[in-house]
């Protein structure tokens, strides 16, 4: 299979560059029909029937973009010493040292001193030395003090490299789900950017249960795929946990005859993992996902999901074709852009049933 199947057209504009207030944005139903099928995302309780389980991620993203200024020279005479360097927080290694994506490359070499500026972009006391460069190219870096008790005062929030504008105070609030309660994430799990507390009662009231599991978003949920050929795609593992309350909520789910329904495709690979592991339903616990879904693949515990727009060639749009059938996503996308859709993290939603099981 090629990634080049996987391929759209998207116009610049098209690509939402401002969060709309939650509860707000257009909803497409795959399979639905005329104008049925271009809604709205507090239509969602009357898409589903009582009984059915929704399952939401509740990381919680941390300011995980630091900027920082070099105070040494290093061993090539003709690099500024005070020269900005730009830090993206990958995982936490061990105390304070932690493996970050650097940019430009080319000033962050082993044995390179750095002062962190704050929020302001002022000089912090707080410095940072790049111990050695991974093989995949990332930095292990150690910082002067552990870095989380300041993040909320030195970091940004790690707006995707589409957005293109700064961070501002809104976004702090904006790019955090309704439910975000577990700190770990360098990106947000952005299908449920589009729920408020009115649509989370709306659901209540028509009998559809919620559940939550965590996965921190890393680098691994939008590593660019450069192979040619899918299968030569190797995902970057990701940590989850699965709450015993929520193994069980889907058991007694799959009792009653109810739906799962994931928000989000982080939610899709946690618990498609958990029940690869476990040769069947999710068991309580936590891991690491690797999980690469692609068409053809046997989803053993989802039956639907709410998505955002995902970018050409991405995981993420193999994810759902693997879902739905690539050739129906792809001209959903396509009716998307017609439509004037909004895409991508703080753009409009799609809801997506497996294929064959029909939307009610």
């Known amino acids: ?53 929704l399952v939401v991620n509740d990381t919680r993203v941390i300011p995980a973009r630091l900027f920082a200024r070099r105070i040494t020279q290093t061993s090539t005479p003709t690099d500024d010493p005070g020269a900005r360097v730009e830090l993206l927080l990958v995982e936490r290694e061990s105390g304070a040292v932690w493996r970050c994506l650097v940019k430009p490359g080319r000033k962050a070499k082993p044995g390179t001193h750095l002062r962190l500026d704050d929020a302001s972009g002022e000089a912090s006391e707080l410095t940072a030395e790049i111990l050695t460069t991974t093989a995949s190219g990332q930095r292990r870096v150690r910082f002067s003090q552990p870095l989380e008790p300041h993040l909320e005062r030195i970091g940004h929030v790690p707006l995707p490299p589409y957005i293109q504008r700064p961070d501002s105070a809104k976004d702090h609030r904006r790019y955090q789900t309704v439910f975000a309660t577990n700190p770990g994430a360098i990106a947000a799990p952005t299908a449920g950017l589009h729920f408020d507390q009115p649509l989370l009662d709306q659901l209540k009231a028509h009998g559809i249960e919620q559940a939550t599991v965590t996965l921190h978003v890393g680098i691994g949920t939008f590593k660019p795929v450069t192979a040619d050929l899918v299968h030569e795609h190797r995902m970057e593992a990701e940590r989850y946990e699965i709450p015993a309350a929520t193994a069980e909520a889907i058991r007694a789910t799959r009792a009653r005859g109810g739906r799962i329904i994931a928000i989000g495709t982080t939610v899709v690979r946690t618990l498609e993992t958990a029940a690869l592991a476990a040769d069947g339903l999710p068991q309580p616990g936590n891991g690491l996902s690797k999980l690469f879904i692609t068409p053809g693949f046997h989803f053993r515990v989802i039956d639907g999901l709410l998505t955002n727009f995902h970018l050409p060639r991405s995981t993420l749009l193999m994810l759902v074709s693997a879902l739905a059938g690539q050739k129906k996503v792809l001209a959903a996308y396509r009716e998307a852009v017609d439509r004037e859709y909004r895409f991508y993290s703080y753009g409009d939603a799609m809801f997506v049933m497996a294929s064959g099981r029909p939307t009610p």
Request: glycine fraction near 6%; charge should be negative.
């Open 1 to 53: 299979m090629l990634v080049a199947d996987f391929d759209f057209d998207l116009p610049v504009e098209r690509i939402a560059q401002n969060a709309l207030a939650r509860g707000e944005s257009r909803l497409l139903v795959l399979d639905a029909v005329g104008e049925e099928r271009h809604r709205a995302i507090r239509d969602l309780p009357s898409l589903l029937k009582a009984g059915d389980l």
